[in-house]
């Protein structure tokens, strides 16, 4: 396999290292998160200083990950000089950390561990699989090559990540292999039932009307096949609900049959919109279409962001 030297290259880097840097993309999801925090218990495992950094605060349903509470979103006090190397987790582009510049700047190696379907290969060693469910996954290969001991809460951790990124093993990536990393983290302690309630059956009542609201909006383009369906910041407003308490809602959407795509807008309040992109199709790949507007993701699931507003016009909507 072509990444086996990769795992050994990156099992080197961190066996040889005082300390390291970790982080992950902006509005971070479970699979995000959980990287880290996988890594970051087996760091501390290892007895290595680490720095764990995310541009935005992990949604609260997520707290049950060990060591999750250090991850901070302040670089401010960070001398990159105190680190010997940078781990990337679950990111397609570099810019997505929101501190390219820093790293760039910092000179040192970045190792970038991913399955995004778009990723840049912008690290000095790219452990990048498309084929994997999640970021978490190449996680439980490099422990295993590394023969580390999965604890209960490692096996938490990247149980997480592939349950979150396979819509609950529903997705095409959750193949043979992702059920039985599955099941092996099953017999180590993890536990699905809390994973699920804690990532999925966790919505208010605000975010379930807000997300009705959307529902009732739902539109249907024939020519392109897909569905759509808009919020602007105002709705948000009006809901009480924020920006992270629409993650799901695309996937949601994608329980219908009806279209090709599903397509989600949201106004994210600084002159930008989110587009989420979201297919059961197999012929499709939402992904090539978010990398036209600048985005990525997968092949079945994926976002982009681009410049603008949601105006109404008549019963369509546009950006401006
Ligand atoms: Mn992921």
């Not at 501190?99 to 690290?123: K, V, Y």
């Not at 290969?141 to 490692?154: A, D, H, T």
């Not at 990532?199 to 009705?212: F, H, P, Q, S, V």
């Not at 799901?248 to 989600?264: E, R, T, W, Y």
């Amino acid at each position: 396999m072509a990444n086996d030297s990769r795992y050994n290259e990156i099992l080197d880097k961190i066996t040889s290292a005082r300390s390291i840097f970790l982080t992950t993309h902006e509005h971070p999801d479970g699979d995000a998160a959980a990287s880290i925090c996988a890594l970051a218990e087996w760091l501390k495992f290892l007895g290595k200083k680490y720095y764990l950094f995310c541009a935005d605060e992990p949604e609260a349903g997520l707290r049950f990950l060990p060591q999750i509470e250090k991850i901070s979103r302040d670089i401010g006090a960070v001398d990159f000089k105190n680190f010997d190397a940078v781990i990337v987790l679950d990111c397609g582009a570099l810019r997505r950390t929101k501190i390219e510049t820093a790293i760039r700047e910092s000179r040192l190696p970045i190792i970038n561990i991913d399955h995004h379907i778009s990723n840049g290969r912008f690290g000095d060693i790219n452990l990048v699989d498309a084929e994997a469910a999640s970021t978490t996954q190449l996680l439980y290969e490099l422990f295993k090559r590394g023969k580390v001991n999965i604890s209960r809460q490692l096996a938490n951790c990247i149980l997480t990540g592939i349950i979150t990124d396979s819509g609950n093993f529903a997705y095409t990536a959750a193949n043979s292999h992702t059920f039985s990393v599955a099941s092996e983290m099953l017999a180590q302690g993890a536990n699905a039932r809390e994973i699920i309630n804690c990532t999925a059956k966790n919505k208010n009542l605000a975010m379930l009307k807000a997300w009705g609201f959307a529902l009732s909006r739902l539109q249907y383009n024939a020519r392109h096949d897909i569905a759509y369906t808009v919020l602007t910041q105002a709705d948000l407003a009006e809901f009480g609900v924020n920006k992270q308490e629409l993650e799901g809602l695309a996937s949601f959407l994608n329980n219908l049959k009806d279209a090709k795509i599903i397509l989600v807008l949201h106004e994210l309040g600084d002159g930008r919109i989110k587009g989420s992109l979201r297919t059961n199709r197999n012929e499709v790949d939402v992904a090539k279409l978010a990398q036209v507007f600048g985005g990525g993701g997968h092949k079945k699931a994926a976002g982009f962001e681009v410049e603008g507003r949601l105006v109404q016009y008549n019963n369509s909507w546009r950006i401006e």
